[in-house]
């Protein structure tokens, strides 16, 4: 019981990172209607900004992370002025190759400018604290604590804000939203806005749980497609749910199998989501 416990801990650790890289997915889906593949590299690019910013001034890693995220925001909205804007009126297909397409060129770029090997926001052991036989390293308060607050302000805007009302809206009828006087550019900036800053966020905390590596956004990329669809692709909460559950399975996961084989237990959750409930536990749920 003692092990399945402090599993459960490492899965909710787990499954925050995934929950805030799944909801900005489901965001950039439900109002953009295409699956973005470059999600998982514009983690990585959050992570690495961050990364600069760390070693070229010495800050803490939670210091650096507003300014990598907004990096990558911005990059983020440069490519769809100059990529998928062009392309928003094609079929989704179209708009999903050319997110495959980016996240090949970002991916290499990353090499180039920071090199393919491993590295770390901070070197040396980081000792846990322990709770009698549960052992929790201080960042992994510091995830739990940043996608918690994340989640809560997400929830906050879309209910209280104009700008979020106005995505809720484009999620539902995109025509319909446009007829009322809706900014439908000014719509999708704000959504790539926030969903990229919740990428980079979560590759900035992947970081601080593991290691930086020019990969770990695309490694984590399939789990968290795995959260999105759980919990009902197009749906925030649905994502937030779904990344929790993905994150705990996998780790309860390895006390039958080898922790290599954890990206493999999210495949086939989300191969069995997509046979029995294609829609998600919270189909209906959106934006």
Known sequence: MTDLIQLTIYGIVLGSIFALGAVGLSLIYAILRFPHFAHGDFM?????LSLGIVTTFGVPPI????????????????????????LRKTQPVILLISSVGTALILRALLQMVFGSETQVYQSGIQMPYRFGDFR?????????GV????????????????????????SDNRDLAQVTGISVDRIVVWTWGIGIALAATAGVLLGMDTRLHPTMGWNILLPVFAAAILGGIGS???????????????EWSTTFISPAYKPAVAFAIMVLMLLVRPTGLFAGRKV
Request: no cysteine; hydrophobic share 60%.
């Open 44 to 48: 990585t690019l959050g992570a690495y």
């Open 63 to 86: 210091i650096a992370l507003p300014f990598g995220a907004a990096g990558a925001v911005l990059f983020a909205i440069a490519i769809d002025q100059t990529i998928y804007r062009r």
């Open 136 to 144: 929790i390293k201080p960042a992994h308060f510091m995830i739990v």
């Open 147 to 170: 996608a918690a607050a994340l989640v809560l302000a997400l929830h906050l805007f879309l209910q209280k804000t104009r700008v979020g009302k106005a995505m809720r809206a484009m």
């Open 236 to 250: 925030p909460y649905g994502a937030i749910a779904g990344g929790l559950v993905i994150g705990i399975v996998q």
